[in-house]
Each structure stands twice: as C-alpha cells, then as structure tokens.
C-alpha cells in the first residue's frame, strides 16, 4: 500500500514534468525554429538585395568605363579617323585597368572596326553584336545583362568561347536536358553611341563574361557574407545562373570543386525563371539544404534569362535549433530526475509516519498498547497520529478500568469460593454435632445438669450455623428480593426471635413504635438479619439489668438530606465503644469480642445488607454510657404514597 | 422403609444413619455415587438421600443417572452449600426435597416423612408404613 502511495506519487509528478516539458519542447522548438527561419529568411531577402546591388554596380562600373572612355579626345580622334590600330591600343589599356573580358568598337554602319581579341582588326564581315545593335538603334548608351551566342564569343576570343562552354552536370531535383553542354555565354556588357559634334561616330562596347567568372559571387560572399563558416564550409554562397545553370558560383560540389553545370531544382525554376517571382525560402541547392533567396535576371530586351541567388546553409540554423532542443531535453530530462527524487523524498516523508503508523496497529493488535509512533507530523498526518494516541490512551484507561473491575470481582469471587469452601467443610460436621446432641437430649432421664450442657451445645451450634450462614451471605451478597415491608412488623417479629434471650440475661427491651410511618420496599429476610444482628450486638453488649430501645420513625439521613426516610434506631445501656474503633466497626472481620465469642461478620455483612437498599447505617457510642445504631432507610415518593393509602 | 445415604463425608452417613434408624427407617450408605448406582442395581430403596459435592462424580450426576432407570423414587438433596442456583437445580432435576447442611434431627426426619408421603405407596410394601 505504502510502495503504490509512492509509486503513484513519483508516477504524478513524473507525468506532470513529462507534460510540461514535452509541450514546452513541442512549443518552444517550432517557436524558436521558426524565429531561427524568419531571421534567415529575412537575412537572405536582404542578402539578395546586397547581392543584387552588386550585380548591378558591375554592370554600371563596365558602362562608366566605357563612358569615360568616350571621352578622351585621344580616342574620339582616332575614331574620327578610323584609326583601328590605336584604338585597338586603347582599348586593350582600359579593358585591363577595368577588366572587361571583351571590348571594341562598332561603326555606324553596324561593322566591327576592332575589338581587344585576336585578329583584333577582322577583315571579313561581321556577326551581329546583340548590344552594340542596340545602342545603334537607340542612339544611347546601353547597359546590362546579355546572352551572346558561341560564334560571337568565338570571334571576340576564341578562349571566351571556350570558357563559356559549360557540360550539364546531372542535379537532384532538376529537370533533366536533352543537351550535353551550354554553349552561350552570359555577359554584364555596356554599349555608349560616339558623337563629334553632332556626327555620330560609332558605339564603343564591352563586358565582362559571367561563365566561370568567380568575381561577383565571391565578392557577395566576402562582402554579405564575410566569410563566415560552418563545419569548415562558407556558410552563404551565391549563384548566377543562365536559365537554371549554374554558371557564375560559390556553391562547392561534393567533389570540392565549384557546382558550375548543375541545375537549379525544378521548383524554383518554375517559380523563378517561368513565373517571374522572387523565391525566399528554403531548397535543396545541388547536395544540401539552403535557406535561399532567388530572383529572375532580365537582358537588356526584358527577357528573363537568368537567376541570382543567395543562400545560407540551412544546417547552422537546424543546428541551432538541435542546439535548443537538446537543451530543452536535457532540461526535461532533468525535470524527471528531479521529480523522481522529490517524488521519492515527498513519498518517503508522507509514507513514514503512516509506516510506522501501520506498525503501531499492528502492536496494537498484538496487545501493546503503547507501541512508537514517532515524532507527530505538522502535516494532517499529525491530526491522525494524534487521534490514534488519544485512541492508544483510552484504550489503556479503558483497560486498566476493566483491569481493576476483574481484579475486584476476582477478589469477591475468589472470597465466595473461599467462604464456600469453608461453609461446606464446616457443616458437615455441624451435622454431625446437630445429631448426636439433639439424639442426647431426647432421652427423657438426663440429669438436669447434663440435659443444661447439651442445650448450651445445641445453642452455640445453633450460633455456628447462623455464622456459617452470614459467612456465605456475605460472601455471595446475595441480590436484594424486594416488597413492601412494614417496618414497625418487622422490628416487632425480630424481637420476638430475641425476647427470651433478653429475657435469660436479664436486660429489658423496649419497642417505641413511630406512627404513621411509610411502608418500605426492602427484603425482608435481609433486613431482617441486619435487625438480628444490631440487637444480638446490643445484648452482647449490655449487662443484665441494662435497657435496649428501639424507636422508629421518620429520619434524615447525613449523605442525602433531602431524601424523606425511615429511621429504626437502636439504643443500648452497655459498654460502649471505644472511639478508636468506630471507624473500622463495619469493616469484614473486625471484632472486639473474645475469641469463640463472636466472628466479627456481623456488622459489615449489615453495613452492605443497608447499603444495597441505598440506605445507612451509623453508630454513636460512648465508652460506660452505651451504643446507639441508626439503620436508615429511604423512601421512594410514588410508591410511598400508593402504600400508605393501601397498607393503612 | 428402605433409605440409601450416599455422601462421601462419613459424619453426615453417620449422623442420618442415627437419625433414621432411631425412627425406625432401615439405612444403607455409600460413599460414592458410583457406589450408589450399584447398590441401586441389586436393591430397591424407598428414599435417597444424597450430597450434592462430591469428589468424582457430584449428586447432580447421581440424580441425572438414577432419573434414567429409577425416575419414581424420591430424592432428597442435601448440601452444605445452598445457593439458590444449587437448589433451583436441584429441584429443576426433580429432586422431591433440598435440606441444607446442617440440619437437625427433627428437620431430617420431617423432610424424609414429607417426601415419603409424597410418593404413591408401593404394590410390594404394605400401605402405612411411612
């Protein structure tokens, strides 16, 4: 009982800690996530718009470059004159300091006068050059993104063509292409229209090709980035991608090398490239997960023809999260330890008490009455353990109460059995001497002095017999066999029994006989003896020629004041009693007579004889003057009344 | 008349025995009331007269006993212990008289007269005798 009280209290707090600390883990891990992913997210949005900006301001720096160089007189001069060899100078000068991959000069007439390459002055006619075309038509300076196809790049520098050429990388997640490589490059170009003085001159261009180049990306990289790592891998990368290929990347490969050729995934590119959208969330770039930002790249014709994208590693964020979780975890675990200990210690204090309460039960059950309970509890335990030692105390009063009723009634019984035992051993001989005298003193021819001797033998058997009797009476304390008694009749009939004695020892008695007096509810027979036992005393007591009287009447007794009653008193001219021995006068065998002469039994058999009619019994003495008895008697109201009326 | 006296305390067999023969009665005595049952056996008896305590087997015993085979004789039952509990058992076993201890010849020999009269006379005795 003790153990599932405790199993069931570690179980509560555990379910409690279990719950708590679940939800909060549950909670508190997609709460966090989520502000880790809004953070990101945010981060790339505005990673992007930085990446952007610098894609742009590539494309501005190559258009102010080539405005700049416009400028110069020097140029403008050997433009007016076609001057193909120094411009090709030229040319090859500022697209060093600005680092153009490819520069040149168109005519008015849309014919390449020159370009920085190889065969820098072409001799045959040439391909179309989509931006320097468009700055022609327009008659102003162009800027942007350009697609230039294989054979321009080739005829600009044959090793451009070959640095845009780009095999397809097979990519997770990507749409699969018919084609082995790409073929066309990717270029941030300008186009700036000449004019002197009015005469338009030609369009000078240049760009930068994007294919391979690492110069964009990488500067996003340490730039928004500032190279920071996770795991020993640049946690941003950056892309550009014509269509969905990477061309342009920092994106590292599992073989360690950068992912140019592969392929964005499938769904960013619908998003991206064919419904023109910005896409901020997180996707699968080439090998892992990146918390990503891409958005569509438009030529200088408004075509979309390619991606920016920045990302970050979505692992330092997720390990962030693990970081937290793992936390939250050791904390629940924690909490749990924490609950089984206090749910332990908890149990154990509570059980404790009510333990060594259940041991006490036990003891108590086994007979003692005062086994430990231990110190009270301040808990409602105490008011428990309290009420089990008021319990324990009762039942010890309770126990010694009904120890002292069994040792009293042992005593009674053990003194009846006694006063039974004697009685049976002493009347059979009483027999015996009862038969042979009474069988002597029927022979008519005794001398008169032998027939006096048996009679006095017959008198004191006779007495025998009275004190085995009071013996026995005393030592059973027979119930009372009530009826309504008339006292003057019964104080009356006693001295008849008595008449002649007092008559052989020569005292005088005298009857005062109170009127009007209630009749009683007593048993006869025992009062009676108590009677024959006040006078017989009184004889004993008094010398020949000496008065006993007995009076009756009306009376109060000292212990119940207000109770009417009947007094018979007994009054007698003897010897009195001495004072010393008033007090022990009623006690079980104290005499003051000879041995053989009287037992002692009499008074206190009486005193308890009155007592059961809850009446008393008192004595005044003086020693020379004589003895005075009162037995006192109460009377009962209703039964008095009805009594008087019918007993007259 | 024919009277058993069945009491293991030889003064009381004594004095019944002085008693009754002196009016006439004709007494036999056992000490036992395993003793009285063999007697009973081999003799009629117009009277018992039995103690209550006695040591193997008591008079309630006696009396249980003589009631099976000889329930018409009177009893007497004396005891020198008279509780009102021994006597309104005795009486409830069908003892005819209870007499306590001690008693007087006179109160002996009035007690067996009135528990003798009480009997219807027997076919073998001639009427008159008690």
Known sequence: MIYSTRSKLILSFLSVSILVSGVALIVGGQLLYKAVLNEATTRVRLDLNAAREIYLSRIKGVKVALNVTTLGPVFRASLEKHDAQKLVGLLRNVAQQTELDFAGIVTKEGKTLCHIGPHSIPKEPTLPNPIANLALQQRTAVSGTVILNNEFLFAEDPELANRARIKFVPTMRAVPRPQTEELSGMALAAAVPVFEAGNFLGVLYGGVLLNRSQEIVDRVRDTVFQQETYNGRSIGTATIFLNDLRISTNVISPDGNRAIGTLASEEVKEHVLVEGKKWIDRAFVVNDWYITAYEPIEDIFGQRVGMLYVGVLEAKYADVRRKALSIFIIVTVAGMALAIGLGTLIASRTSRPVQQLIEASIQVSEGNLSPEIGPISKSNIGVLQKTFKEMLTSLQERDKQSEIKLLQSEKQASIGKLAGGVAHEINNPLTGIFTFTHMLLRQKDLPAEVRSDLETIAQETERVRKIVKGLLDFSRQTELDREPTDVNRLVRYTLSLVENQALIKGINLNFETGEGLPMITLDRNQMQSVLLNVIMNALDATEPGGNITITTGMGVSANKPDQKGVEIVCNDTGCGIPSENLDKLFDPFFTTKEIGQGTGLGLSVSYGIVDRHEGAIWVQSKVGRGSTFTIWLPVEEERAKHENISGG | ?130
Request: proline share 9%.
């Open chain 2, 1 to 130: 008349m024919k009277i058993l006296v069945v009491d293991d305390d030889a003064i009381v067999i004594k004095s019944c025995r002085r008693i009754l023969e002196a009016e006439g009665f004709e007494v036999s005595s056992v000490p036992s009331a395993d003793k009285a049952l063999e007697e009973l056996k081999s003799y009629d008896f117009d009277l018992l007269l039995i103690d209550v305590k006695m040591p193997k087997h008591d008079g309630m015993y006696l009396m249980r006993e003589i009631k099976k085979n000889w329930p018409e004789i009177p009893i007497i039952i004396m005891s020198g212990y008279p509780t009102p509990e021994t006597i309104a058992e005795v009486l409830r076993l069908g003892a005819t008289l209870f007499i306590p201890k001690p008693f007087k010849p006179d109160e002996l020999v009035k007690s067996v007269r009135q528990a003798l009269k009480n009997v219807p006379p027997k076919k073998s005795f001639p009427t008159g005798a008690g």
